[in-house]
């Protein structure tokens, strides 16, 4: 499994961006829970959000919620993760997961940065 993030950049406070991530090794995600982590810089990987296979049950982090929205394509084998209304603190670099986590299958895309910034 080969994830491909993107759709990072700089933003001001207030504003959004969608991060897309899609499968590009020829396998299916269909069966992958899917979410996005971040690392902000001098600090550890968190998690954001997480979306079950079928674009089932969502849940996100507290810091997230009511702003950031993630969702599934299974027919583009894409991730999506809407973020609106941005704060200086949603800066970081935002990686994407899939996991598979009874046959202990884990795989991260490359991760993509999203700067907000005044």
């Known amino acids: 499994v080969q994830l491909q993030a993107s759709g990072g950049g700089s933003v001001q406070p207030g504003e959004s961006l969608r991060l897309s991530c899609t499968e590009s090794g020829g396998f299916t995600l269909d069966y992958y829970g899917l979410g996005w982590f971040r690392q902000a810089p001098g600090k550890e990987r968190e998690w954001v959000t997480c979306i079950g296979i079928r674009d089932g049950v969502r849940y996100y982090s507290d810091s997230v919620k009511g702003r950031f929205t993630i969702s599934r394509d299974n027919a583009k084998n894409t991730v999506y993760l809407q973020m609106n209304s941005l704060k200086p603190e949603d800066t970081a670099v935002y990686y994407c997961?899939?996991?598979?986590?009874?046959?202990?299958?884990?795989?991260w895309g490359q991760g993509t940065l999203v700067t907000v910034s005044s």
């Open positions: 997961n899939a996991q598979r986590t009874l046959l202990g299958n884990n795989y």
